[in-house]
C-alpha cells in the first residue's frame, strides 16, 4: 500500500514519533488543517517539510512574528505597468507550515482563520481561490508564553487535529544521536484517490449515535463553556474514517473512535473558570463524556 511506504519513509525522517505521523496524515485524508504542539527541536517542522515533499506537493513555510502583516501571509496588490497586479504570497501553496502560529497578532490570525475555512482569499475585494490540496500545519510552543496572542476559539475549531510532540522514548534516542533523518523523495502517492476512499470506510449507526449522544452530553456538561459545535462532531467522524483507513479497516470500530476523540476534541473543550479553579481538565473531561456516550 502506497501509504504504508509514505509512513515508512515518514519514519526515516522523523526519529520514534510513528503515532505523530499517524495522526497528520489522518488528518491530511480528512481534507483538514492540524496543530501540532510540542517543545522546540522536536522535528515538527521537518515532518511538515518531509510530508509535502514526500506527496509532490508546494511547500511554504510561514515564521509567525508579532510584526507581521495579513498582506505577508495573502500578498498583496502591487502597481506595475499602469495597473494593480495581484502578487500572491506564502500561504498560496498547497502544505503550509504556520511555524508558532501563536505569535502573530489577531489581524494575521484572521486572515489565515478565512484561508483555512473558505481555501481562498480576499485582496482588493477580489476573491482568489487556494490551490487544492490544500493543508495548514501550525505549530506552538506550549510552555513559552512571552509575546504571544493565545488563539481564539473560532481559530482553535478551524484545526481538525491537536497533535502533542512527545519527547524521544529512551530507546529512539541513541538512533537520533548516530543517524542523520533521510528526507524522502517524492513517493507518488495518489492523495486524491485516497482521500476519496476514505469517504468509503463504513461507519455502524452504534458508532454515529455515540457521537451525537457525546456531542449532546458536552452542551450540558456545566463545566464547560460551551458543548461541541457540529464542525467538531464532523471532524471527529471524519478522523475516525481517516484512521480507520489507514489501520486497513473497511468499517470504524471503537478504537477508532475514540482515538480520533483525543485528536479531534480536547482543544475545542472550553472551561469555565469555575472549572479552571477547580483544576479540571479538558481531556479528563473528555473521558468522562465517551463513557458515558457508551464508547468503551
Not at 495579513?70 to 511555524?99: H, K, W
Request: hydrophobic share 45%.
Amino acid at each position: 500500500m502506497a501509504l504504508d511506504r509514505l509512513r515508512e519513509a515518514l519514519g526515516e525522517a522523523l526519529f520514534g514519533q510513528e503515532e505523530v505521523i499517524e495522526a497528520l496524515l489522518a488528518v491530511l485524508l480528512a481534507r483538514g488543517h492540524a496543530l501540532l504542539e510540542g517543545m522546540p527541536g522536536l522535528g515538527k517542522t521537518l515532518l511538515a517539510e518531509s510530508l509535502a515533499r514526500a506527496i509532490g506537493l508546494a511547500y511554504k513555510r510561514i515564521q509567525f512574528t508579532p510584526d507581521l502583516l495579513p498582506q505577508d501571509l495573502t500578498g498583496s496588490e502591487v502597481y506595475r505597468e499602469g495597473r494593480f497586479v495581484f502578487v500572491p504570497g506564502p500561504i498560496f501553496a498547497q502544505v503550509v507550515l504556520a511555524d508558532e502560529i501563536n505569535r502573530a497578532p489577531p489581524k494575521v490570525q484572521s486572515a489565515l482563520l478565512e484561508a483555512m475555512q473558505e481555501r481562498a482569499v480576499t485582496a482588493g475585494g477580489v476573491r482568489y481561490p487556494l490551490p487544492e490540496p490544500f493543508f495548514v500545519v501550525a505549530t506552538q510552543n506550549p510552555l513559552e508564553l512571552e509575546g504571544t496572542y493565545p488563539l481564539p476559539e473560532a481559530q482553535l475549531d478551524r484545526f481538525t487535529a491537536k497533535i502533542p510532540f512527545r519527547p524521544p522514548r529512551r530507546e529512539v534516542w541513541l538512533r537520533i544521536l548516530t543517524e542523520e533523518p533521510r528526507i524522502p523523495e517524492p513517493l507518488g502517492v495518489d492523495f486524491p484517490k485516497a482521500q476519496e476512499e476514505v469517504q468509503a470506510v463504513r461507519v455502524a449507526k452504534e458508532a454515529l449515535e455515540a457521537i451525537t449522544h457525546v456531542a449532546f452530553l458536552s452542551g450540558e456538561d456545566g463545566r464547560l463553556r460551551m458543548g461541541l459545535s457540529p464542525r467538531g462532531a464532523k471532524a471527529w467522524l471524519a478522523l475516525a474514517r481517516a484512521l480507520a483507513y489507514l489501520r486497513g479497516k473497511p468499517l470504524v470500530d471503537w478504537k477508532e473512535l475514540k482515538d480520533a476523540a483525543f485528536l479531534a476534541l480536547p482543544h475545542r473543550l472550553f472551561l469555565t473558570e469555575e472549572a479552571l479553579y477547580e483544576g479540571e481538565r479538558p481531556k479528563e473531561i473528555l473521558k468522562q463524556l465517551l463513557k458515558k456516550g457508551g464508547i468503551p
